[in-house]
């Protein structure tokens, strides 16, 4: 990716992360992701979880399992090297059967999140991924708790973590593919040096989440 393309997703997002920091980030997450050398079981891969099955929603074909495996790779990576981080989890967003849509869970690392969400009108108020899917904007929750008093969020679920970041997927021209949705254990664990590594993470799954749910370079330059 560009150093272009970065600094104007840092600018469009409002963001005042040093952008050489998100560009190695983001370098290595494209590192790991494209050596691609280990093995992953496929029930890993294609989750199955108390009946809810990925299958169900993301076919089995046209390679769609490689792109899968180097979400999953640079996933396991960031998670890796971040510290305090409660679950992290990747999203797509896909159309669901009453004409709107829904964010899938492609893969998730730590402790479980939700496998799917439905983006109608009050989920917003409770999930900071479908608001992130909804409207393009990054989130960054750093005190949880405060969030709650004002009424900025709601729901029980958010009582179980400090802070929480959600961040678009997009395609060159903006339009949103998914979200990397991360929560942690301590507020300041969401600090600026974890948000450059989400953020880059966020910019590497452009390609594969493309592919994933079979949009063309041609669509993906498209204003969508």
Request: aromatic fraction near 6%; proline fraction near 3%; glycine fraction near 8%.
């Given at each position: 990716m560009p150093?272009?393309?970065?600094?104007?997703?840092?600018?469009?997002?409002?963001?005042?992360?040093?952008?050489?920091?998100?560009?190695t980030?983001?370098?290595?997450?494209?590192t790991?992701?494209?050596?691609g050398?280990?093995?992953?079981?496929?029930?890993v891969?294609w989750?199955?979880?108390e009946g809810w099955k990925?299958a169900?929603?993301?076919p089995?074909?046209d390679?769609?399992?490689?792109?899968?495996?180097r979400?999953?790779m640079?996933?396991?990576?960031?998670f890796?090297?971040?510290?305090?981080v409660?679950a992290?989890?990747?999203y797509?967003?896909?159309?669901?059967?009453?004409?709107?849509?829904?964010l899938v869970?492609?893969?998730?690392?730590?402790e479980?999140?939700?496998?799917?969400?439905e983006?109608?009108?009050n989920?917003?108020d409770?999930s900071?991924?479908c608001?992130?899917a909804?409207?393009?904007?990054?989130?960054?929750?750093?005190?949880?708790?405060?969030?709650l008093?004002l009424?900025?969020?709601?729901?029980?679920?958010?009582?179980?973590?400090?802070a929480?970041?959600s961040?678009?997927?997009?395609t060159?021209?903006?339009?949103?593919?998914g979200?990397?949705?991360?929560?942690f254990?301590?507020?300041?664990?969401?600090?600026?040096?974890?948000?450059a590594?989400?953020?880059?993470?966020?910019l590497?799954?452009?390609e594969?989440?493309?592919h994933?749910?079979?949009?063309?370079?041609?669509?993906g330059?498209?204003n969508?």
């Amino acid at each position: 990716m560009p150093a272009a393309l970065i600094k104007d997703f840092l600018l469009t997002q409002g963001l005042k992360l040093p952008p050489d920091e998100v560009r190695t980030a983001y370098l290595t997450v494209k590192t790991v992701m494209d050596m691609g050398m280990a093995s992953i079981d496929r029930s890993v891969l294609w989750r199955n979880h108390e009946g809810w099955k990925l299958a169900d929603y993301l076919p089995c074909a046209d390679g769609r399992e490689d792109s899968l495996k180097r979400l999953f790779m640079a996933l396991d990576s960031v998670f890796s090297r971040c510290e305090g981080v409660r679950a992290a989890a990747v999203y797509a967003l896909m159309p669901s059967e009453n004409a709107t849509f829904r964010l899938v869970c492609l893969s998730q690392q730590g402790e479980g999140l939700e496998n799917i969400w439905e983006l109608d009108q009050n989920v917003a108020d409770v999930s900071l991924a479908c608001r992130c899917a909804q409207s393009g904007w990054m989130n960054i929750a750093s005190d949880v708790g405060r969030w709650l008093a004002l009424g900025e969020l709601s729901g029980g679920r958010n009582r179980h973590s400090e802070a929480q970041l959600s961040i678009p997927v997009c395609t060159e021209s903006g339009g949103v593919l998914g979200v990397v949705h991360v929560e942690f254990e301590k507020a300041g664990c969401a600090d600026e040096a974890a948000q450059a590594e989400w953020v880059a993470l966020a910019l590497a799954l452009s390609e594969p989440l493309k592919h994933l749910l079979g949009i063309t370079a041609a669509e993906g330059a498209e204003n969508v």
